[in-house]
């Protein structure tokens, strides 16, 4: 079919027709499959950073306690704050006060608390020294028993037997064998009772076996010969 015109003019017709007819393809993947970062569309808001958790310190472990009350320490409760607009400054004290009455609060039981683990502490520690030494009576006794025979004058065994009790009398052992006192039931335990001269109260005559007490505990009573009034 013949042409009418200039030959360019139909040429660049058909170049437009053929542009027109190819399809227009948009790549909408939120992730660059060349690059692998994410994709930000015009428009579309940046995704805000996560903060990243505060890694705890390697202290974290140490003594609650300690920690609590270094944070009740630290903590100030200002007696008045800056205010938005509308709200009344009395309100905004009064919680403020509240809050720093709760925290007061919670700092007393916090001491108390602690008070109580100490004291709880010194018993448990009492408690297991008095263990030890209501164990080792029996040995004291085969000491005292030894001295008495005369076998412990002299020698090595009255060297060891002397270190012993030196040691037990630093954790607070006191030996009860005292004679020519006033019979205290408390420490003694009358075995036999004697009539005595010039006697005015039943008075510690002879100890049978010695007793024992740590401050103010009595381990064990001493077993003594009491002397009567006649």
């Not at 003019?9 to 660059?32: F, N, Y």
């Not at 012993?164 to 006191?174: C, D």
Request: proline residues 5%; charged residues 30%.
């Amino acid at each position: 079919m013949p042409h009418h015109g200039n030959e360019e003019e139909h040429g660049s017709s058909r170049d437009q027709g053929s542009k027109r007819d190819e399809p227009v393809i948009r790549d909408h993947r939120k992730v660059d499959p060349v690059t692998g970062q994410a994709r930000h569309p015009k428009g579309e808001k940046h995704a805000e950073p996560v903060a990243e958790p505060l890694e705890t310190s390697a202290d974290s472990d140490g003594d609650a306690l300690a920690q609590a009350e270094e944070i009740l320490n630290r903590v100030e409760v200002p007696a008045e704050e800056s205010v938005a607009q509308g709200v009344a400054t009395g309100s905004t004290t009064a919680e403020a006060t509240e809050l720093k009455n709760d925290l007061l609060r919670l700092q007393a039981e916090y001491v108390n608390y602690r008070k109580r683990v100490e004291r709880d502490r010194a018993v448990a520690g009492e408690m297991a020294v008095i263990g030890v030494l209501n164990s080792l009576l029996p040995v004291l006794d085969d000491v005292d028993a030894a001295r008495q025979h005369g076998d412990l004058t002299d020698g090595p065994f009255a060297a060891i037997a002397a270190k012993l009790e030196n040691a037990l009398k630093t954790y607070g052992l006191v030996r009860i064998d005292e004679t020519g006192v006033e019979f205290d039931p408390t420490i003694h335990e009358a075995l036999i009772q004697q009539p005595g001269e010039d006697i005015e109260v039943d008075t510690v005559s002879q100890v049978l076996r010695s007793g024992y007490k740590s401050g103010e505990r009595v381990l064990r009573a001493a077993q003594v010969i009491v002397a009567v009034p006649a």
